[in-house]
């Protein structure tokens, strides 16, 4: 029996992985000193990686090229929209100097929240795309718009800074400071840092479920290249925290892919764009804006 793209079968077996795999993640990235961890994110955001692509193959196989493709597109823009949401986590963490182990105890928490809110987000989503025609084209106009505000600003330049302004106001006078190692926050503050991910975070997915609509309509491909791609976000933060400063031009091929995707939602009904091409767009794009930062000097002022 079908069940939102996919059988009973699929479902439960993809949420058992995703069980197992948040179970593995906690046993790895909690234990061991910095460097230890550090070497265990690169080693499970490579894992992640390779398991995504396992799973277009495997959809491949079973469910025929498309979907495989789909799954693959839907999962490389999710990901690469991710980067720009570390921007704002790294900001968040700086402001408060949040402990190590805090950091983690928050992403952990926050990818929880994050895979809920994918679900209900993807369930509306579809729903009103197969009912009404014309929210094609609210959310193609909704992910231009989105493209501009990243062309116009600088990721997460202007995320979180008064809830963090407010944050160390309220809660950091009389907290434990480890130094280098930062801050442990109480319970009280810690839920409140909490909340501002999942609140950052929902932001982030109003952009970017839209953004992977774009490229499939089968709930089970969206929510599983979606699930995929958050799975790696603690990870992936950690792997990153060192060198996002050197991907200062990335949101600008995130807006070249948020406006593609757009165009694509804009102009379905007049121009058909294959999933390979749009598979082509994503991967040059991001290739490009992130050897353009590493070659590009920064701008400096005085």
Partial sequence: MMIAG??????IGFHVLVVVLLVVDLAILQRGTHSTRLRNAWAWTIFLATLACGFAL????????????????????????????????LLMFRSLRLHEDEQHRVLMWGVLGAILMRAAFIAVGVSLLNRFAWVEYVFGAFLLIAAIRLLRHKAGEESAPGIMKWLQRRFLSGVQDHGQA?????????????????????????????????????????????????????????????????LRLLHYGLAVILAFVALKMLLVHWIE??????????????????????????????
Avoid: C
């Fill in 58 to 89: 495997f959809l491949s196989k079973t469910q025929g090229r498309e979907p495989g493709l789909e799954f693959f597109s839907g999962y490389l823009i999710e990901g690469s929209l991710s980067v720009d949401n570390l921007f704002v986590f």
């Fill in 273 to 302: 764009v294959p999933v390979t091409v749009s598979l082509g767009v994503i991967l040059t794009t991001l290739v490009i804006f992130a050897i353009a930062s590493k070659l590009i000097p920064a701008k400096t002022h005085g």
């Fill in 182 to 246: 930062g801050v442990k926050l109480g319970m009280p503050a810690l839920l409140f840092v909490i909340l501002a991910v999942e609140a950052t975070d929902l932001i982030f997915a109003i952009d970017s479920i839209p953004a992977v609509l774009a490229v499939s309509r089968d709930p089970f491909i969206v929510y599983t290249s979606n699930i995929f791609a958050i799975l790696g976000l603690r990870s992936l933060y950690f792997v990153l925290a060192g060198m996002l400063d050197k």
């Fill in 6 to 11: 996919a059988t009973l079968t699929y479902w």
